[in-house]
């Protein structure tokens, strides 16, 4: 019989423990808000990150992480069609740390990218997000909400955002 109880509460245990981090994992799935700064050195809360409704890519990357870099490059090829044909946001967030965030500004200007460059120094957009290995990219939809994420880079991976971003405008499940 004492088996049996300490089994219950066991059981009744775990099962609360599940339904209170699916509970938080639904609220996780809007950008948290933290300050964080632009490349000019303004404090830029992420409660800003928005597009009129349209779809945003949110992509955490760093001037020492050669995935990242190729990531963002292979989109900015691309990156002025995806703005005619669905109105697509990009925020790239540098994880770069105080010591080599100056490198950011001057390695964006060279590469001509004219995505919306933010700046989390000291990683705490990073952590709040969940983030690991970098590159990783997050779509969110016209309502703010998280929808698609993906780490890592291989080309061709472009090609996956843009499907998740036409599937958004056109009012589709993402799955």
């Given amino acids: 019989m004492k088996k049996a109880s300490l ?3 066991f059981l009744s245990v775990l099962v609360i423990t599940f339904a209170q981090s699916d509970d938080a994992s639904a609220k996780r799935k809007t950008i948290p808000q933290v300050n964080i700064k632009d ?16 779809p945003v ?29 669905t109105g697509v946001k990009l925020y790239a967030i ?9 490198l950011v500004k001057p390695y964006v200007d060279g590469k001509g990218w004219s995505y919306t460059i933010l700046l989390d120094q000291n990683s705490d957009l990073k952590r709040a997000m969940g983030v690991g290995p970098i590159p990783m990219t997050f779509v969110l939809n016209g309502k703010g909400e998280i929808v698609w994420s993906h780490t890592t880079f291989a080309q061709g991976n472009e090609n996956d955002i843009i499907e998740v971003i036409r599937k958004i405008v056109k009012g589709e499940a993402i799955k």
């Fill in 7 to 9: 089994l219950f509460i």
């Fill in 39 to 54: 490349v000019y050195g303004n404090v830029f809360n992420t409660a800003n990150i928005e597009n009129g409704g349209k």
């Fill in 57 to 85: 890519i949110i992509d955490f990357w760093a001037t020492w992480c050669t995935p990242c870099k190729r990531e963002l490059d292979a989109i900015n090829d691309v990156f002025d069609d995806w703005v005619k044909e």
């Fill in 94 to 102: 540098s994880v770069d740390d105080p010591r080599s965030s100056s």
